[in-house]
């Protein structure tokens, strides 16, 4: 079986668990976790962002930045894959906490792997490695929101330094 066919299976795959997901445990919770950050990140699933994240999110970066909308969210993930098509999370940790059977506080530590192919707004690709640098960890308020599971807030605290050093020149 080619590459292609198997990259489709396994976006099929993780859509079905996250569409079908029914989060009663902490093990759930872990596992719906993990695939969401798989098609987003590892399988460009940018648009599947609208499905998980509450339209309203508080989203917190480092250096104090903020998003208070999903569109801010969708632009700054988009600007990381283009940046690193080739990109890929090893997830490490992820830690469940629930709160309620409508709310889990989730807490996640991957590290991303890719090169720069892509042009940023630091300027042309470079091709330089995030190699095993490029730490991300978050913190997640996973709730029930009108019937469906929604991120309604985040704390993620990426690799800020790493990520714009690799992607400018004068390494």
Request: net charge negative; hydrophobic share 35%.
């Amino acid at each position: 079986m080619d590459t292609a066919t198997l990259y489709a299976q396994e976006i099929r795959r993780l859509n079905d668990c996250v569409d079908h997901a029914e989060l009663n445990t902490n093990e759930d919770v872990r596992q719906f976790i993990c695939n969401i950050t798989r098609l987003i990140y590892d399988y460009k699933m940018i648009g599947r962002i609208y499905d998980f994240y509450d339209a309203n999110v508080e989203y917190h970066k480092q250096n104090k930045v903020v998003f208070d909308n999903i569109e801010d969210v969708v632009r700054s993930v988009a600007d990381l894959t283009a940046a690193f098509p080739n990109l890929r999370t090893n997830i490490e940790n992820v830690i469940v906490y629930k709160v309620s059977d409508d709310f889990y506080k989730v807490s996640k530590r991957l590290h991303y792997w890719g090169n720069n192919y892509g042009a940023s707004k630091y300027g042309p690709p470079t091709g330089k490695s995030l190699a095993n640098n490029c730490l991300s960890m978050s913190l997640i308020h996973l709730k029930r929101v009108d019937g469906c599971w929604k991120i309604t807030f985040e704390i993620n605290s990426d690799s800020e330094a790493w990520l714009e050093e690799v992607q400018t020149a004068g390494i």
